[in-house]
């Protein structure tokens, strides 16, 4: 049975830091991208990062580009999210997700048709 659990979510004052974990089991994850999203009450589901397989490409959301950083160990199967200079903005539940499918793909653009993802974990910044 795929899994994807996420961890490290919770409250942090607005400035601080998290990093938000995801454990991949159940398969082989080789070659899969592996990526964030977010949902915050009201809103849409965002994109939030994405990183390949070898984590030669990564995309980071304009949101989030140069305060958040996606990264993945595989002997780990395991991907982070180095969250910093956190803004109340950023409150959210945090999904982890795990596709096929290309990076820049409307697969992970839109969040629709991802393969794997996990039940989440809320993060709040408290301004």
């Known amino acids: 049975q795929v899994q994807l659990v996420e961890s490290g979510g919770g409250l942090v004052q607005a400035g601080g830091s998290l990093r938000l974990s995801c454990a991949a089991s159940?398969?082989?994850?080789?070659?899969?991208?592996m990526g964030w999203f977010r949902q915050a009450p009201g809103k849409e589901r965002e994109f939030v990062a994405g990183?390949?397989?070898?984590?030669?490409?990564?995309y980071h959301a304009d949101s989030v580009k140069g305060r958040f950083t996606i990264s993945r160990d595989n002997a780990k199967n395991t991907v982070y999210l180095q969250m910093n200079s956190l803004k109340p903005e950023d409150t959210a539940v945090y999904y982890c997700?795990?596709?096929?499918?290309?990076?820049?793909?409307?697969?992970?653009?839109?969040?629709?048709?991802?393969?794997?993802w996990g039940k989440g974990t809320l993060v709040t910044v408290s301004s």
């Open positions: 159940g398969r082989t994850f080789s070659g899969y991208v």
């Open positions: 990183i390949t397989w070898n984590a030669g490409l990564t």
């Open positions: 997700a795990a596709d096929t499918a290309g990076l820049y793909g409307r697969s992970w653009s839109s969040g629709y048709g991802i393969d794997y």
